[in-house]
């Protein structure tokens, strides 16, 4: 029997310090860590050098967008476990299993009595809410079930002999089977959530029990910590008692007049709390020595020891429960109880220990052993004064955890409501909370939640900032801060985060919305401190304050050098925040990082945004490197189906990375795409595309690229489209467009005075070099070898030199002037000759079929348009391949016939398709197309092809182009008669 009712002790003692443990925790553990963060990221772009465009004698830095991640954290709203409810409801049905069996011990008054407080907590449970027998009655149900209960409690009362592990274990089969039965039969799944919320009074007034009880446990705790080890004679036994219990006095003093008057000292003191856990474990010793002082009500030995622990597990489980779900209301209700009736029985029994035992004391004896037994003033007398004392110390704070305890009731009434879904019966439950407790920030966190539900952030507001009044949650300034954000009320949002921070000093996350704050006020060094302010505490969001330090540095154009704050290397311990933020920074200064492309941080075949930003901000960097990174397979690969949403991204990153490894033809194909795809309000791409086609001299692909570009608004296209239309002989058009520039402040009026002589006039007005310019540029195709040379001759900045006889030596490629071999004869004899002018002589020579003996190897000259030219005066016979001069028409002329005469029929029509997709305005690739397709038999697509060319080529180039069309089809026709 012994050894059996030891299980059972042991049992509920591991319960209740498994429960004392979580309470512990749920203390020590903040209330805004246990509610929970989320965070999103607000996505700034911030506009980063891309490459710098230098033609012409025209210099402009072209810009794209960096991703800038800045991340803030937003509140979670209360969300309610069940776990939290069933846990709780299981602690209970062992407590009352042990109340039950225990109750059954008193004599018949205090059996009835207690019974009465357990019948209560029956009726309260609101069983006719279940609807179960409700045909009979609607409380039928309740009355079968306080039958059941009643009936089992009067018959072990009677058969007292029957074991307490018994009894307890039939309490227990049969509340879960109730239980059980409830769950099959009923509709409602949260049943037991209701029944929990509406029992809240009897298990409050058990509470309040057990607290009554377990106060004046910590007196004579300490009279055993200073007596325990007496054996008589001289010591200092008064000496130890006394300064033990007057520290705890002075304990319970300070403690009362921070709860109830709110004056904190920051003096550091024995919270309440956990003055509840001492004392409820100090009384189980306590307990077993008063059992001769009760012996009257009870019958059998142990009995009011299980009546304790029953009420130790209801109690404590009920402070964790609320505690667990933010109820603020009962903890401080229970706090300031427990205060208040400590600081009264400790008064009471420091006289009554004194008046009785002073002697014994004072002869250093083990008091302890007698206390119960007082030689003065009996201990119920005592007792009772001490209640007397506690119903004082009260009622001069107007019963306050009354009212405490009605709004928690209150506030569960509206946890079950708003679990169903009824939110506006929670809204009124939690307003009437709020009226019993003001401040409380459970009901008002609640009514703000609601609100927000109901799209009313004018109440929410409201309903939080009382939620943060009185020293109320992160969360609360957090929220109240948002909602006055999206209102724009920015200044407002300020005053809130600030008074946040001054009740929560060591807040990172409050640090860093007041920080973002500040950045949507554009005042960028106050966010830049308050980040420095956050990351200085070093506490878990570390690494996102340092993130958004190094994204608003970017914002703020801070430069990038040795004393830059928490810039480090980006290795696998690096977050992925501080990845794209760091290498925007170095994009805003257009420095390359020194570190590879971290695939670690990118490891999932679903993208999120954030990995996406790094692959974008990644692409611009590595452009920046001597030696960019290949990285174009490895991003092509996320450009599937699962990451559509970020296709627009991802095929800019690849586009990008293959224009830094010099891949021209798959950097043009992307962006075609991307004007394909999200190039109908976006100008940017096609613009992109002109340049690159400006750049190459396919000037007729630029003039298409950059007109289209102007028209959706991109005025960077207006001055490189007007010199466009001049090279091509447009100048009505290109008038036009350098009146705009002129307009737009992008030339001056002397130029636009130049612009309008020259176009009609190649007679030069001055000898300074924008005459020479203008009159080249406007009039190259009118003059004759000699003019050309002694305009040029008249240009003192190299580059226009260059430039301008490079345009002059296309026209006459594409016009097949015999005379192009003088004028490239004469120029070298006249000129210094670079070794990228020279690589343009050869082209050309070689596009028209000329000796290209006279040039010799070009030296020291790594490009690969240097390369390909040695290539070709070397008449090296191995094929040269590459993607990087997919634009030059002389390695489009030279691959495509390599590719004929090697009988590469696949790769050859690989290579025309694709340059027919990205320029079809060139009548070589037109020509390229059929020279392939055709003789391939592929005359369908070659027609198709000549069709498109009729929109695309103009009329001299269409009669040519079906001239070709009709030839090799004629000669396809009769290769096929010659093989029949």
């Not at 004599?107 to 009979?136: C, R």
């Not at 008589?232 to 008057?261: E, T």
């Not at 203008?774 to 305009?791: A, H």
């Amino acid at each position: 029997m012994k050894e059996k009712n030891k299980v059972l002790q042991n049992i509920s003692l591991g319960i209740l310090i498994a429960n004392t443990i979580l309470l512990v925790l749920l203390y020590f553990i903040p209330t805004s860590d246990r509610l929970g963060w989320t965070n999103n990221n607000v996505i700034e772009n911030i506009k980063t050098p891309l490459f710098d465009f230098e033609k012409f004698g025209t210099y402009f830095n072209i810009q794209g967008d960096s991703f800038l991640l800045i991340e803030q954290f937003n509140a979670l709203p209360i969300s309610f476990s069940t776990e939290h409810f069933a846990f709780y409801g299981i602690v209970l049905m062992i407590s009352f299993s042990i109340y039950l069996s225990s109750i059954s011990g008193l004599t018949k008054l205090w059996h009835a009595l207690f019974f009465g407080v357990f019948a209560l907590l029956i009726g309260t449970f609101h069983l006719e809410n279940l609807e179960i027998l409700h045909q009979i009655h609607d409380k039928a149900f309740t009355a079968l079930v306080l039958i059941a209960f009643t009936g089992l409690s009067y018959y072990f009362h009677r058969n007292q002999h029957i074991k307490f592990l018994v009894r307890c274990a039939s309490f227990l089969i049969l509340i879960s089977g109730i239980i059980l039965f409830i769950q099959l039969v009923t509709p409602n799944v949260n049943w037991y959530i209701e029944s929990i919320a509406y029992c809240f009074p009897s298990l409050s007034l058990l509470t309040l029990a057990f607290i009554l009880f377990a106060s004046m446990a910590i007196p004579f705790g300490i009279l055993y910590l200073s007596t325990f080890k007496n054996v008589g004679g001289s010591g200092d036994s008064i000496k130890h008692f006394l300064f033990f219990y007057i520290v705890y006095l002075l304990n319970l003093v300070y403690c009362y007049f921070v709860l109830f008057y709110q004056q904190d000292l920051d003096i550091y003191y024995i919270p309440p709390f956990l003055l509840l856990i001492i004392a409820s474990f100090v009384g189980l010793w306590v307990i077993k020595q008063q059992e001769e002082l009760f012996s009257s009500i009870l019958r059998d030995k142990n009995i009011l020891y299980w009546v304790y622990v029953s009420g130790a597990l209801i109690a404590l489980s009920s402070l964790s429960f609320h505690k667990a779900i933010f109820d603020s209301s009962f903890v401080k209700a229970a706090e300031q109880t427990t205060v208040a009736t400590m600081l009264g029985f400790g008064c009471i029994f420091l006289i009554y220990i004194l008046y009785n035992f002073y002697d014994v004391l004072k002869k250093n004896l083990q008091v302890y052993k007698v206390a119960f037994k007082p030689k003065n003033i009996d201990f119920l007398s005592t007792w009772g004064v001490g209640l007397l004392i506690v119903i004082g110390l009260l009622y001069i704070q107007h019963f306050a955890p009354f009212n405490l305890a009605k709004a928690s009731y209150f506030n569960n009434l509206g946890d079950a409501e708003y679990i169903d879904g009824q939110y506006f019966l929670a809204e009124n439950r939690y307003n009437t909370a709020s009226v019993y407790h003001y401040n409380n920030y459970h009901s008002n966190y609640m009514l703000g939640q609601i609100a927000e539900k109901n799209k009313n952030k004018t109440v929410a507001g409201v309903a939080y900032k009382y939620a943060y009044k009185g020293g109320g949650i992160e969360q609360a300034f957090s929220k109240s801060a948002s909602l006055e954000i999206d209102k724009k009320n920015y200044l407002e949002s300020l005053f809130i985060l600030k008074e946040g921070l001054k009740e929560y000093p060591k807040s990172e996350i409050l640090h860093n919305n007041l920080a973002l704050a500040f950045m949507n006020i554009n005042e960028l060094d106050s966010a830049l401190f308050y980040l420095e302010a956050g990351i200085s505490l070093n506490k878990d969001y570390n690494k996102v304050l340092k993130g958004n330090y190094i994204a608003i540095s970017a914002l703020a154009k801070k430069e990038v050098n040795e004393h830059s704050k928490y810039l480090s290397e980006i290795d696998n311990s690096t977050s992925l925040i501080e990845s794209v933020n760091q290498l925007a920074l170095l994009n805003t200064d257009g420095i390359a990082s020194a570190q590879n492309f971290a695939k670690s941080l990118v490891n999932d075949s679903t993208l999120n945004g954030d990995e996406v930003s790094y692959i974008y901000n990644y692409a611009l960097n590595n452009s920046l490197k001597e030696q960019p990174e290949v990285l174009g397979d490895y991003i092509a690969k996320y450009m599937s189906v699962q990451n559509s949403d970020y296709k627009q991204q991802l095929l800019f990153a690849y586009g990008w990375t293959q224009k830094a490894n010099d891949n021209q033809k798959e950097f043009l194909k992307a962006f075609k795409d991307l004007d394909k795809f999200y190039g109908i309000n976006n100008a940017y791409y096609n613009f992109i595309i002109g340049l690159e086609a400006l750049n190459n001299d396919q000037y007729i692909l630029a003039e298409h690229k950059l007109a289209a570009a102007w028209k959706l608004g991109q005025k960077s296209a207006i001055y490189p489209l007007a010199l466009t239309n001049s090279i091509l002989g447009n100048h009505q058009e290109a008038v036009q467009l350098f009146d705009l520039c002129e307009r737009f402040k992008i030339i001056d009026t002397e130029d636009k005075t130049l612009i309008h002589h020259y176009t009609s006039s190649k007679q030069l007005k001055s000898d300074s070099e924008k005459d020479y310019f203008y009159q080249l540029l406007f009039n190259y195709q009118k003059m004759s070898n000699d003019e050309v040379l002694k305009s040029l001759k008249g240009l003192s900045l190299k580059s226009n030199q260059e430039d301008l006889l490079t345009m002059i030596l296309n026209y006459k490629v594409k016009t097949k002037q015999a005379d192009i071999t003088s004028l490239i004869h004469q120029f070298k004899k006249q000129f210094d000759v670079s070794d990228d002018l020279k690589v343009e002589m050869i082209f050309a020579k070689y596009q028209m079929d000329l000796p290209i003996d006279e040039f010799t190897v070009i030296e020291n000259n790594t490009s690969i348009a240097v390369d390909f030219a040695n290539h070709l005066i070397k008449k090296d016979t191995t094929l040269f391949e590459t993607e990087a001069l997919f634009l030059n028409p002389a390695y489009q002329k030279y691959i495509v016939n390599s590719y004929i005469q090697k009988g590469e029929d696949d790769k050859s029509f690989e290579w025309v398709k694709d340059a027919i997709t990205v320029n079809p305005y060139s009548e070589l690739n037109v020509r390229n197309y059929f020279y392939v397709a055709i003789p391939q038999g592929l005359k369908d697509y070659a027609h198709d092809i000549m069709v498109d060319s009729e929109y695309y080529l103009d009329d001299a180039a269409t009669k040519r182009i079906n001239e070709l069309y009709s030839t090799l089809v004629n000669d396809y026709h009769k290769s096929i008669n010659t093989w029949n």
